[in-house]
């Protein structure tokens, strides 16, 4: 075995014990039960880890990631984690948190294929498609590549509140905020793209739904 994957488990039991010296009763209060206040939706990228960035212990966040942080309103998988953190944990915030460089989204601005993941990238080749006209107007490819990482965050916020769910919590009063992020891989710095939603208006109208 090698002697990366031996460590990991070293890791744990060090980890384990640095937690137990500073609380005993740590792990214990962790078995009681969640209530996080936050759903993090990110990247599944390696140097995006949702918890480190923003402080958090285990416990404050709930997280779902995939490829390029995507909300695809019939992903399953996404759907169910947004179910629960938002009818059963009632989380007040949910953070969409792309990240600069990111090579979902890279792979999207291109044509060329690589595999099965092409059919998930088409989703941001969608966001494109919808602000071809200012992505084109950047001359400089790493400006566009930026701005593309930010407007396909903002879009995966608008699709957040275009689900069933989300805009039932609203129509049941439940006090939620969709927030947008852009993450520097090469800074550690969040960039707040201050696309905050709290409530159905701020939708088109063909996405408001009637309870
Ligand atoms: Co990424």
């Not at 947004?82 to 291109?110: F, N, P, Q, T």
């Not at 769910?165 to 129509?171: L, N, S």
């Not at 993450?183 to 550690?188: D, E, I, L, M, Q």
Request: with cysteine.
């Amino acid at each position: 075995m090698s002697d990366f994957y031996k460590s990991l488990l070293k890791n744990n039991k060090k980890w384990v014990q640095s937690k137990l010296d500073l609380d005993p009763q740590y792990f214990k209060k962790l078995a009681n039960g969640q209530q996080p206040p936050l759903l993090w939706i990110g990247c599944a990228d390696s140097r995006v880890p949702a918890n480190e960035i923003i402080g958090a212990q285990p416990g404050e966040v709930f997280v779902h990631r995939n490829i390029a942080n995507m909300i695809v309103h019939s992903d399953m998988n996404m759907l169910s984690v947004l179910d629960y953190a938002v009818s059963v944990l009632k989380v007040k915030h949910v953070i969409v948190c792309g990240h600069y460089g990111c090579g979902g989204v890279k792979a999207a601005m291109g044509n060329q294929s690589i595999g099965v993941i092409d059919n998930w990238i088409r989703h941001i080749k969608d966001v494109y498609r919808l602000h071809k006209k200012q992505l084109d107007s950047i001359e400089d490819e790493e400006k566009r590549f930026d701005t593309f990482v930010e407007l396909n965050v903002k879009e995966q916020v608008f699709d957040l509140a275009k689900t069933s769910i989300v805009q039932t919590a609203w129509k049941n009063n439940q006090e939620l905020t969709l927030h947008g992020w852009a993450y520097g891989v090469g800074s550690g710095i969040v960039n707040d793209l201050k696309v905050n939603i709290s409530n159905d208006q701020q939708l088109e109208e063909v996405y408001q739904l009637n309870f």
